[in-house]
Every structure is written in C-alpha cells, then in structure tokens.
C-alpha cells in the first residue's frame, strides 16, 4: 500500500536515527531506514516497525557516494513511493585530535560523510519534492550539532566545521526552494547518548561532559527525534530556514 508519507532517513540503524524511524512509523510514515555495513542493525529496527504494523525498508547505500545516494532514491521510488521527508542524519566523527594533527585524508573523509552526503540526498529530494518539477513538495530536516555553535576545540574541529557547512546548506537551500513547497529546517543536537563517542574514542564522553551542560545531564535519541519528527510535519508549516537547539541548554 503506497503511502502520502515516505521517510528516508540516513543513517537510520542506531543512535538518533533509530529513534526517528521508530517515531516517524508511529505517525504513520512509511520509512526507509538507511545504512551503511551494519545489516544486523538496520533489519532490526525495520522488524520493530514491521511487527507494529508499519511499512519499511532497509536500505544499504553509503550516502558519501553520488551512485549510492542515485540508487537509494530509485528503490524508495520503486518500494514505497515518492519521497516527502528526508532526515539528513548521517554523521560521523573521527579519534579526537588537534587539528595539527590532522592529515587531509581524515578532514576529506568527515567532509565528504558529513557534508557531500547531505547535499546529494538534498539533491535528489528536490528533484522529486519540487513543484517546480512537478512534485508535491515536501520537508527536509539536516542534523548539525551545537559543535557547529562551539567548535569542538582539541576533540573535532573538522566535525564542528563540517556541521557549520550543514547550518549553511539549510539556510541556503530553505531560501532556494522555499516558493517551491519545500520546508527546509536544521536540529542542532547537545550530547545525545549514542555509540558515535565510541567511534570518536571515548564511550563515557557524554557522562565526562554531563555537567558541564546547563540541564546537567546527557540527552537522549528521542529527544531529538521529537524535534526532527515536529519540524517535518504540518505543525511547522510555516517555519523554514530555522534551527532547533536539542542540547540542553548548552
Ligand atoms: P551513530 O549512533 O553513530 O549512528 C550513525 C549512523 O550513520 C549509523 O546508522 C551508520 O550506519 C550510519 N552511517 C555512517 N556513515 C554512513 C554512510 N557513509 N552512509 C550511510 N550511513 C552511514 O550516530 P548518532 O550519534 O545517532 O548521530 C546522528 C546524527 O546526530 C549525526 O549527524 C551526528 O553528527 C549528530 N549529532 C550527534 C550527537 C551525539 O551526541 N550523539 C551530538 C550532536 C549531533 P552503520 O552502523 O551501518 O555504519
């Protein structure tokens, strides 16, 4: 059954991207749950959504590269329908290090994750949501960080930059496409309790950094999810352009 809501969320297997395809499902989006090696993790939260009663896929696509990003929209087109959503979720930090100690392979893979990812899947989004191409329009939502605020000195600088790349892409593009039927709003999350700080070296970072946030704790997926889920829908018909600050106060 073909619905008037299909998701795709990038990087849709874990952390705030699971939370988001668990809530969105629940409103009744029939979503895509993307990912990148972890099949296990994706079937798992695409079982969750089918054993609820909803309608959704897994779809493997590494979104730093155009073929992929081409391919996942084309098997959305063919197994759900044409997109209306699109949670550009995919982000990725790398050992904290000072940026003199960073070599161009790694500042070119953050960017290339972080940055090129969200304007290919923004790209073929806007192809199809337009109104200018014959589409129904649609709305967009990019997860930057507060590092894009704060900088992420002697952690990621590379991270908090390519989030500032983020902010301008959801700025740029709302006003690009804003008489087009498109909203275009940007969720700029705090410390969230995901496997990322893992991959940046340091699992416990979210409780080292607890109180240094105003509210004093680490936030958690859904938190964030119920922003993402808000600006999406017709509750924010009339904001585009704009940011959410799920950071706790910092
Ligand atoms: P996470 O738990 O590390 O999950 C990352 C997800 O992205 C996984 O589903 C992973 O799939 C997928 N992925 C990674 N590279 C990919 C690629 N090239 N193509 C497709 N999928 C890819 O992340 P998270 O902590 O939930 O973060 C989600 C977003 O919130 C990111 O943009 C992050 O920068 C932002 N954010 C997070 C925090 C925080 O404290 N956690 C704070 C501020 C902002 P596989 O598992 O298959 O690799």
Same mark, same amino acid.
């Given at each position: 059954?073909?619905?008037?809501?299909?998701?795709?969320?990038?990087?849709?297997?874990?952390?705030?991207?699971?939370?988001?395809?668990?809530?969105?499902?629940?409103?009744?989006?029939?979503?895509?749950?993307?990912?990148?090696?972890?099949?296990?993790?994706?079937?798992?939260?695409?079982?969750?959504?089918?054993?609820?009663?909803?309608?959704?896929?897994?779809?493997?696509?590494?979104?730093?590269?155009?073929?992929?990003?081409?391919?996942?929209?084309?098997?959305?087109?063919?197994?759900?329908?044409? /997109?209306?959503?699109?949670?550009?979720? +995919?982000?990725? &930090? !790398? %050992?904290?290090?000072?940026?003199? $100690? *960073?070599? =161009?392979?790694?500042?070119?893979?953050?960017?290339?994750?972080?940055?090129?990812?969200?304007?290919?899947?923004?790209?073929?989004?806007?192809?199809?949501?337009?109104?200018?191409?014959?589409?129904?329009?649609?709305?967009?939502?990019?997860?930057?960080?507060?590092?894009?605020?704060?900088?992420?000195?002697?952690?990621?600088?590379?991270?908090?930059?390519?989030?500032?790349?983020?902010?301008?892409?959801?700025?740029?593009?709302?006003?690009? /496409?804003?008489?087009?039927?498109?909203? +275009?709003?940007? &969720? !700029? %999350?705090?410390?969230?309790?995901? $496997? *990322?700080? =893992?991959?940046?070296?340091?699992?416990?970072?979210?409780?080292?950094?607890?109180?240094?946030?105003?509210?004093?704790?680490?936030?958690?997926?859904?938190?964030?999810?119920?922003?993402?889920?808000?600006?999406?829908?017709?509750?924010?018909?009339?904001?585009?352009?704009?940011?959410?600050?799920?950071?706790?106060?910092?």
């Amino acid at each position: 059954m073909r619905s008037d809501r299909v998701v795709i969320i990038t990087g849709g297997s874990r952390g705030i991207g699971a939370a988001t395809a668990k809530l969105l499902a629940s409103a009744n989006y029939h979503v895509c749950v993307n990912f990148l090696s972890d099949d296990a993790a994706a079937n798992s939260v695409v079982s969750t959504l089918t054993a609820a009663g909803s309608t959704a896929i897994a779809v493997q696509a590494d979104v730093s590269t155009e073929s992929d990003v081409v391919r996942l929209f084309k098997t959305v087109d063919e197994q759900l329908g044409t /997109v209306t959503a699109l949670v550009n979720n +995919v982000g990725i &930090v !790398r %050992p904290q290090m000072r940026v003199e $100690d *960073m070599d =161009a392979n790694r500042i070119n893979e953050i960017f290339k994750t972080n940055v090129t990812s969200a304007f290919l899947c923004c790209r073929e989004a806007v192809k199809r949501m337009s109104t200018m191409h014959g589409g129904q329009g649609g709305s967009i939502v990019n997860v930057s960080s507060a590092a894009s605020r704060i900088g992420a000195a002697g952690e990621y600088v590379d991270y908090a930059a390519s989030k500032g790349a983020i902010d301008t892409l959801t700025r740029g593009l709302s006003l690009e /496409v804003a008489g087009e039927g498109i909203r +275009v709003n940007c &969720v !700029r %999350p705090g410390f969230i309790y995901t $496997d *990322m700080h =893992a991959d940046g070296g340091e699992p416990g970072r979210v409780d080292r950094l607890a109180d240094s946030i105003p509210m004093k704790r680490g936030g958690e997926p859904i938190e964030v999810a119920n922003s993402i889920m808000w600006l999406l829908s017709d509750e924010a018909s009339y904001i585009t352009g704009t940011f959410v600050e799920a950071a706790g106060g910092r």
